[in-house]
């Protein structure tokens, strides 16, 4: 049978290219988007064209009230379109960033590094467990920064170590059915995030390089290409565990 996989957050980045690479392996993607509904459309119809099912949700996990909504509509969308099949994978990926020293780091700004990457995949996945099948496997993305230290980073590196100690204790408590729970790290990646800021910058790229054992910045479709290899049958035996994808940076 065709396995699923729900995406966090996959209108963009590391999630839609996560959401292709998987759909090029042969499987169905159920993905969310914040507001860009267009951009989420297109995800749509690259997923289709590879003969993959495909479906865009509108949900913001800050929101924890509307979670239950989403979780109905997530529902009705598996007994309509997937004759009640569940999800076999989740990739909990939805997020922002922020650059800012502590000095200048505002009780909103740190509130909301929390909400989103913290009470956000917590709450999501508490409320659409039951809707994840027994056996599934569950990815939590964190960063390269709960590792090494950048200055500006403190507020979004405190939410992304608070992931890994979510991570291992879902894998304890998700274990009774099977469900494997692991934590994906990312390196530098040249994407939008956080306004494009390694993406866009000569600079910024060349000082990653430096400090990276493979001589270069990430791409998104590294990204990818780690979270199917973490969803493939080669990972059955691993729950709890961290793995960076960072080329090696900072070693």
Not at 94 to 112: F, K, P, R, W, Y
Request: charge should be neutral.
């Amino acid at each position: 049978m065709t396995k699923l996989a729900l995406i966090t957050g996959g209108s963009r980045g590391l999630g839609r290219d996560s959401a292709l690479k998987l759909a090029e392996k042969g499987i169905d993607i159920i993905f969310t988007y914040h507001s860009n509904e267009q951009a989420a459309q297109e995800v749509v119809s690259a997923i289709q064209s590879t003969g993959r099912k495909a479906f865009a949700l509108q949900c913001d996990v800050r929101n924890i009230s509307s979670l239950d909504t989403f979780k109905q509509t997530l529902s009705t969308l598996l007994d309509k379109q997937f004759e009640g099949h569940k999800v076999d994978y989740l990739l909990n990926n939805a997020g922002t960033g922020l650059h800012a020293e502590i000095e200048q780091t505002s009780e909103e700004q740190l509130d909301e590094m929390l909400n989103i990457h913290v009470k956000g995949p917590f709450f999501f996945t508490q409320k659409i467990l039951p809707l994840i099948a027994d056996g599934g496997h569950i990815i939590n993305i964190s960063s390269g920064l709960a590792r090494f230290s950048f200055p500006g980073s403190a507020a979004y590196a405190m939410a992304k170590g608070a992931v890994e100690v979510m991570t291992r204790y879902m894998a304890k408590e998700f274990a009774n059915r099977k469900i494997r729970v692991n934590t994906l790290a990312p390196g530098a990646i040249a994407t939008d995030f956080r306004g494009g800021a390694i993406r866009d910058s000569e600079q910024a790229q060349s000082m990653v390089a430096s400090v990276t054992a493979l001589n270069r910045v990430g791409e998104a479709q590294d990204i990818g290409k780690a979270v199917t290899a973490m969803f493939s049958e080669g990972f059955d035996w691993i729950t709890g565990q961290r793995i960076e994808a960072s080329g090696g940076m900072i070693l």
